[in-house]
C-alpha cells in the first residue's frame, strides 16, 4: 500500500483520510483493488508511505501507528525521496538492471524491498504486481 504527498502533514492528512475512509465503508473492501488504485491511480510525490501489509484491518492498524509516530512497526517505510535518490541511482539509471531486480522481487514476494525503494525515488510499473 503507497501514499504520497508533497509535504508531511499533508502526508499525515492523507493516511487519515484513508482510515476516515475505510470506517465510513459499510461494505467490504478488496486490498488489491484498494492497493492497485493508490499504486496505479495516482501522481507519486515527494513525501512517501509504503506499508506492506495483508488484511484491510492491518492496513489500518498500521496507518493508526503511523499517524501517532510509532518508530517501530514492522513493514512501515517513509521518507522524503529526493533526500534518497542518491542511494538507488545506480539501479534508476538502468532500467535493464531494474526491470531485473523488480521482476525477482515480485517473484520472491520482497514488498518490503519494493516499498522500501519505493519511498526512496525508484520509479516501477506497480501494474506489475
Known amino acids: 500500500m503507497v ?5 508531511v502533514a499533508q502526508l499525515k ?9 475505510i470506517a465510513a465503508t459499510s461494505s467490504p473492501l478488496d486490498l488489491g483493488s484498494l492497493a492497485y488504485t493508490l499504486q496505479v491511480g ?3 510525490m515527494e513525501e512517501r508511505l ?4 495483508e488484511s484491510v484491518d492491518q492496513l489500518v492498524e498500521t496507518l493508526q501507528a503511523y499517524l501517532r509516530d ?4 514492522e ?4 521518507g522524503h525521496f529526493r ?14 538492471i531494474k526491470a531485473t531486480v523488480v521482476d525477482r522481487w515480485i517473484a ?4 518490503a524491498k519494493l516499498a522500501d525503494v519505493w519511498v526512496k525515488g525508484l520509479s516501477w510499473d506497480w501494474r506489475k504486481l
Open 83 to 96: 533526500n534518497n535518490r542518491e542511494s538507488i541511482s545506480l539501479l534508476d539509471q538502468d532500467e535493464q
Open 13 to 21: 492528512q492523507q493516511a487519515q483520510g484513508l482510515v476516515d475512509f
Open 42 to 44: 495516482r501522481e507519486a
Open 75 to 78: 513493514d512501515v517505510f517513509c
Open 70 to 73: 510509532e518508530s517501530d512497526v
Open 108 to 111: 520472491q514476494k520482497k514488498y
Open 3 to 7: 501514499l504520497s504527498a508533497r509535504t
Open 50 to 53: 509504503g506499508l506492506v501489509v
